[in-house]
């Protein structure tokens, strides 16, 4: 199975801050990765499909970026609604597998 | 608006048997996969099973092969996780995506709100 790596495992940021989390793949998965958004007590959310495609509805301050089997979001102005967890998946075959996962705290 | 609405989650002793439901409105159902996603409390998320929009395929974690299967009813909107054989690392939050694509393959998107499993005696 692919292996995802996700960094940093939790941030604490301040409003107005760049925030870059990343995620590298074990093997090549071309474009195939999604990030999401999940708050507490929340279902995830679909923020970046093909890593770098932003989902309808979702402010543009939420880009994605890849480089080979490494993988970024970034949030280019931090805002108090972006606290959560977040998290990469790979889509490109089965079994699907996540990221560990980046607890985003606002300062 | 595309909607997904699990149930059936409840408290099952280890060993014992549950079937999870996640009822879809707002799209043709049966165009696309669909897929189960837990989350154990505290814990990151793990993606479960898979199925493709025909029903014909279908995909497990390793964790659950075996013991759980995956299934769909196009007649009623519905998709269906039967849980055997229980374990306590079963206890999670179970929620049902749509794979958002015109494959069997891709984002998954929207989720359901969840339902909790507790396999505990």
């Known amino acids: 199975a692919i292996q995802m790596t996700q960094s940093p495992s939790s941030l604490s940021a301040s409003v107005g801050d760049r925030v870059t989390i990343t995620c590298r793949a074990s093997?090549?998965?071309?474009?195939?990765l999604g990030w999401y958004q999940q708050k507490p007590g929340k279902a995830p959310k679909l923020l970046i499909y093909?890593?770098?495609s932003l989902e309808s509805g979702v402010p543009s301050r939420f880009s994605g970026r890849a480089s080979g089997t490494d993988f970024t979001l970034t949030i280019s102005s931090l805002q108090p609604e972006d606290f959560g967890s977040y998290y990469c998946?790979?889509?490109?075959?089965?079994?699907?597998?996540f990221g560990q996962g980046t607890k985003l705290e606002i300062k | 608006e595309v909607q997904l609405l699990e149930s059936g989650g409840g408290l099952v002793q280890p060993g014992g048997s549950l079937r999870l439901s996640c009822e879809a409105s707002?799209?043709?159902?049966?165009?696309?996969?669909m897929s189960w996603v837990r989350q154990a409390p505290g814990k990151g998320l793990e993606w479960v099973s898979s199925?493709?929009?025909?029903?014909?395929?279908?995909y497990s974690a390793d964790s659950v092969k075996g013991r759980f299967t995956i299934s769909r009813d196009s007649s009623r909107n519905t998709l269906f996780l039967q849980m055997n054989n229980l374990r306590a690392e079963d206890t999670a939050v179970y929620f049902c995506?749509?794979?958002?694509?015109?494959?069997?393959?891709?984002?998954?998107?929207?989720w359901g709100q969840g339902t909790l499993v507790t396999v505990s005696s």
């Open positions: 995506a749509r794979v958002n694509s015109t494959n069997q393959y891709g984002p998954q998107a929207p």
């Open positions: 707002g799209f043709t159902f049966s165009s696309y996969a």
């Open positions: 199925i493709s929009a025909s029903g014909v395929s279908t």
């Open positions: 093997q090549g998965i071309g474009n195939d």
């Open positions: 093909g890593a770098s």
């Open positions: 998946l790979q889509d490109y075959n089965y079994p699907y597998t």
